[in-house]
Structures are given as structure tokens and as C-alpha cells.
Antibody, heavy 121, light 107 residues
Framework: QVQLVESGGGVVQPGGSLRLSCAAS????????MHWVRQGPGEGLDWMAS????????YYADSVKGRFTISRDNSKNTLSLQMNSLRAEDTAVYYC??????????????WGQGTLVTVSS | DIQMTQSPSSLSASVGDRVTITCRAS??????LNWYQQKPGKAPKFLIY???SLQSGVPSRFSGRGSGTDFTLTISSLQPEDFATYYC?????????FGPGTKVDIK
């Protein structure tokens, strides 16, 4: 069965950096796009970034463009999110999600359990 | 960017009630519209894609309709396990924005 396990969350000071990882199993990782979605405390879902199955194309929300970098290692079935210049408003649970498609319509069909990032001095 | 809105933001209902949630896009997105369910402390669960196609394993009491800018999610007979927050999401263009959510709680 599909499993996505995030790690790397923690407490970091404003301006600091953190690298999140998402270990994937139960599907052919190298065949699917992947996404990061975050959720601030008591807030809704906020799409952050996506990467094509082969890593060639990457997309970001304006709020993190230039600060966050999404990447993947298909040999290790791992998705990553490098987060730099962190701000208090980046405090959230970060989810990785698998991108699925059917009939040309795409969606986030499997999600990890999330990892909490807290930006605070 | 495409903005997504949902109404109502919350609703109270009883087991067995029929519940409808509305999602609206700021521009036409054809049927590039997905629905997710999230329970407190849990990851979102994928329910519906292409506005009306049920993900495998999702109970048939869930249904979706719409195209263009206006969409609905209907639960035909609310069950205890359906009390949750529901989010719509457009997959027409990046950023793949979510609606703000609709919380369904027990009356």
C-alpha cells in the first residue's frame, strides 16, 4: 500500500533553515509527480510546491518562491523540501502528497501524516 | 492565481441529514475540481476528482457536481464518521489553490 512518511520538522529561529524529507513506498515513485501542502495552526490547506515525476519541472506558491526548493531523488524514493529564510508565518504542519491522474484530471490521492515546523525565537 | 471560496464556512447537521457544500472558483476551471475530507489531527483524505468522480472506496453517499466556476459536494445521508472539514481544490493551473474549508459538525 502507498505510504508517505515525512520527517525533518522541528523548531527553528526566524531566518533559519530546515530540510524536510518524505519517504515514499508502495508505488513506483519515479512515475508520479509529488507535492508539498502545509496547514498553519487552526488554518486551512495551503498548496506550496510540486515537482514532476522526473524532477524536470517545479512549481511554487508565491509565498515561498525563492526561499523554498523542492527536489526528489528517484533512486532513494525520497522527496525533499529545503526551506530557507524561514518566517513565523511558515509555522505549519507540512504534508507531502502523491499526484495522481485519471482521464486527464489530476489530484492528490495519498498524503503523509505531516511534520510540524515551528518558526520561533 | 485562481481563488477558491466555499460556503458555508461551517454547518451543524444531524445524522441522516442531507448536506450540500458549495465551492466557487474565481474563473472557469472546467471540471478540474477535487474534494478532500479532513478530520482533526489527521491528514486530508481524497474523495472526489473531476468534480464528480468518486475515488475508489469512497461511499456512494458522497457526490459532486458542477463545471466552470460553481461546484457542490453533497452527502446524501450524513453518517457519524462524516463529521469533518471539507476542502475543494482546483487542479486547473498552479498554484493549485484550496478553498478555505467547510466544517461539518454535530447539531
Amino acid at each position: 500500500q502507498v505510504q508517505l512518511v515525512e520527517s525533518g520538522g522541528g523548531v527553528v529561529q526566524p531566518g533559519g533553515s530546515l530540510r524536510l524529507s518524505c519517504a515514499a513506498s508502495g508505488f513506483t515513485f519515479s512515475s508520479y509527480g509529488m507535492h508539498w501542502v502545509r496547514q498553519g495552526p487552526g488554518e486551512g490547506l495551503d498548496w506550496m510546491a510540486s515537482i514532476h515525476y522526473d524532477g524536470t519541472n517545479k512549481y511554487y506558491a508565491d509565498s515561498v518562491k525563492g526561499r523554498f526548493t523542492i527536489s526528489r531523488d528517484n533512486s532513494k524514493n525520497t522527496l525533499s523540501l529545503q526551506m530557507n529564510s524561514l518566517r513565523a508565518e511558515d509555522t505549519a504542519v507540512y504534508y507531502c502528497a502523491k499526484y495522481g491522474c485519471s482521464g486527464g484530471r489530476c489530484y492528490l490521492d495519498y498524503w503523509g501524516q505531516g511534520t510540524l515546523v515551528t518558526v520561533s525565537s | 492565481d485562481i481563488q477558491m471560496t466555499q460556503s458555508p464556512s461551517s454547518l451543524s447537521a444531524s445524522v441522516g441529514d442531507r448536506v450540500t457544500i458549495t465551492c466557487r472558483a474565481s474563473q472557469s476551471i472546467s471540471n478540474y475540481l477535487n474534494w478532500y475530507q479532513q478530520k482533526p489531527g489527521k491528514a486530508p483524505k481524497f474523495l472526489i476528482y473531476a468534480a464528480s468522480s468518486l475515488q475508489s472506496g469512497v461511499p456512494s453517499r458522497f457526490s459532486g457536481r458542477g463545471s466552470g466556476t460553481d461546484f457542490t459536494l453533497t452527502i446524501s445521508s450524513l453518517q457519524p464518521e462524516d463529521f469533518a472539514t471539507y476542502y475543494c481544490q482546483q487542479s486547473y493551473s498552479t498554484p493549485f489553490t484550496f478553498g478555505p474549508g467547510t466544517k461539518v459538525d454535530i447539531k
